[in-house]
């Protein structure tokens, strides 16, 4: 088969609904439809991919409410640090 071919079965196999996997994973989901595909041509053809991550994000965290405005009532309750300060100015 043609590149070109390779190339159309990684895209259905990357953009799917259940895409976006890893090397391998999108490797061995091409392997099973054709099987002359090699792990170089995903690699090539992942690098191709203006959308893809190559590196984790550094310093990044999530968090999740369990309830709507619970983020909020987070930093509400925080204590104040200079409380004194606060008292002068009142």
């Known amino acids: 088969m043609s590149q070109e071919d390779k190339e159309n079965i990684l895209r259905k196999i990357y ?34 991919q203006k959308g893809r991550q190559t590196k984790a994000y550094k310093g990044f965290n999530s968090y999740v409410a369990d309830e709507p405005l619970e983020d909020r009532a987070r930093v509400l309750a925080r204590p104040y640090r200079n409380v004194e300060r606060l008292s002068e100015v009142e």
């Open 15 to 48: 953009y799917n609904e259940d895409g976006f996997g890893s090397i391998n994973e999108t490797y061995k989901e091409a392997k099973k439809q054709l099987n002359t595909i090699t792990i170089e041509d995903t690699k090539t053809w992942l690098e191709k």
